[in-house]
Nanobody, 121 residues
Framework: QVQLVESGGGLVQAGDSLTLSCAAP????????VGWFRQASEKEREFVAA????????YYADSVEGRFTISRDNAKNTVYLQMNALKFEDTAVYYC??????????????WGQGTQVTVSS
């Protein structure tokens, strides 16, 4: 079973930047489309961004467009989420998932355990 590993979360102030990483130990993530989702306390998991396996196309939720950038380094088998101008409402557990670029969680085949991002206002 594929298990993705997220890292890079933490506590930051509003306006700060943070970069999340998604790795896949022992698995060739470079062959798969990858998405990032987030889930705030007592809310449903929501789509943040996605990238095709070749990085030819990227997709973003309206709420993060222009502030977040998804990218990947297939040589390092890692997908990134660069988050700039963070807002309090970006506070959530962030998950990476593989197998799709869809905006619905059910379309993805495998997930990570998540990394907490907390933005203080």
């Amino acid at each position: 079973q594929v298990q993705l590993v997220e890292s890079g979360g933490g506590l930051v102030q509003a306006g700060d930047s943070l970069t999340l990483s998604c790795a896949a130990p022992g698995f060739t993530l470079s062959s798969y489309n990858v998405g990032w989702f987030r889930q705030a306390s007592e809310k449903e998991r929501e789509f943040v961004a996605a990238i095709t396996w070749s990085a030819a196309r990227t997709y973003y939720a309206d709420s993060v467009e222009g502030r977040f950038t998804i990218s990947r380094d297939n040589a390092k088998n890692t997908v990134y989420l660069q988050m700039n101008a963070l807002k309090f409402e970006d506070t959530a557990v962030y998950y990476c998932a593989g197998g799709s670029v869809a905006s619905v969680p059910g379309q993805y085949r495998f997930w990570g355990q998540g990394t907490q991002v907390t933005v203080s206002s």
